[in-house]
């Protein structure tokens, strides 16, 4: 890695590296795409090839060893990621790693510690905290908008039903995503963001269940928690029936509320007074990794600080085990 320019493998170039990520890393001011893996040589070949990368591999541990990467993107499922980081780290290349960070908060720890010992840094893709409407938000609350914060709430109903017998989503397979399965995967976005903008969560109580019975991982929660003096409240159901989809955040304050969304990013934020109600539409932008991406070149380069570290991403995790019961 010189001064100027960050040189980029992935590991595991799979959905989420098409139009999310991988874009991302090679747009970026100061980053390059330079090498992808995938255990099926033929779609690292085809990635490569469709993407205009100029090396690609079916060993993760030769992309690891390959001396024209800088920096690991490790964009597999989560049962990987400690395994993953701790080669990367050990041959001495900076971590960006897919949330959620692993399935446990004790493999996260095992992350953070791996890195530490190695002297690299780890970064989380925890990257709705460097969306431009997440920081309309962030900005909003930093001007006093709906006045003081006194309470925090998410409500998330998902219409996620079984596939067929062959087709179990890895989502939905505890071995591999963890226990809390869609829970796990989308409700760590929406901790994470809120622990961004108000400040670390502190779980109190969780209940998590499996009422629907298609997989074996729960897929109903309901937890409370604190920010300081902001009490928190969330609801997760992803076994609703068809048409009754919903997401969102709000945040009352002492002089005003605040409702978006983590996930449907072309829905505007509300900002309520009274019986005055203000929108702002804030677009997504075309590849929605790329501003935390820009944020992890920049750190290392020397030029910036990247908000979602491996220690932030291991706060969320442990928020995630108390929830489900895990601790």
Not at 60 to 72: E, N, Y
Not at 173 to 184: L, S
């Amino acid at each position: 890695m010189n001064n100027d320019r960050v040189r980029w493998g992935i590991i595991g170039c799979g959905n989420v590296t098409e139009v999310k990520s991988g874009p991302g890393l090679q747009q970026a001011d100061g980053s390059e795409l330079v090498a992808v893996m995938r255990r099926d040589g033929a779609k690292a070949q085809d990635y490569s090839q469709r993407h205009g990368v100029p090396r690609w591999y079916d060993d993760a541990q030769a992309l690891i060893d390959d001396d024209g990467v800088d920096a690991v993107y490790i964009a597999t499922p989560p049962d990987s990621h400690l395994e993953y980081t701790r080669r990367v780290a050990a041959a001495g290349k900076p971590v960006y790693v897919e949330k959620p960070m692993a399935r446990t908060a004790v493999e996260c720890e095992q992350m953070v510690q791996a890195c530490a010992q190695a002297g690299v840094p780890l970064f989380v893709a925890y990257y709705r905290r460097r969306l431009p409407i997440h920081l309309q938000v962030e900005s909003l609350l930093a001007t006093g908008a709906i006045g003081t914060p006194l309470y925090v709430g998410i409500r998330h109903v998902g219409v996620f039903g079984p596939g067929g017998d062959d087709d179990v989503p890895w989502r939905v397979v505890p071995e591999v995503a963890g226990k809390g399965g869609y829970f796990h995967d989308l409700a760590s976005h929406q901790l994470d963001l809120l622990d961004y903008l108000l400040g670390p969560v502190e779980p109190t109580a969780g209940v998590a269940l499996n009422l629907g019975g298609h997989y074996a991982c729960d897929d109903t929660v309901t937890a409370a928690w604190r920010h300081g003096d902001i009490a928190g409240v969330g609801s997760w159901c992803f076994v609703a029936g068809d048409g009754l989809s919903a997401e969102e955040i709000e945040i009352v304050g002492s002089d005003g509320r605040l409702s978006f969304t983590a996930f449907s990013l072309d829905q505007p934020i509300r900002l309520q007074h009274a019986d005055q109600i203000e929108e702002f539409a804030v677009p997504p932008p075309p590849h929605v990794q790329q501003p935390l991406i820009q944020s992890v070149v920049d750190d290392l380069l020397g030029r910036g600080t990247c908000p979602s570290t491996g220690d932030s991403a291991l706060r969320t995790a442990k928020v995630m085990d108390h929830i489900l019961g895990s601790v």
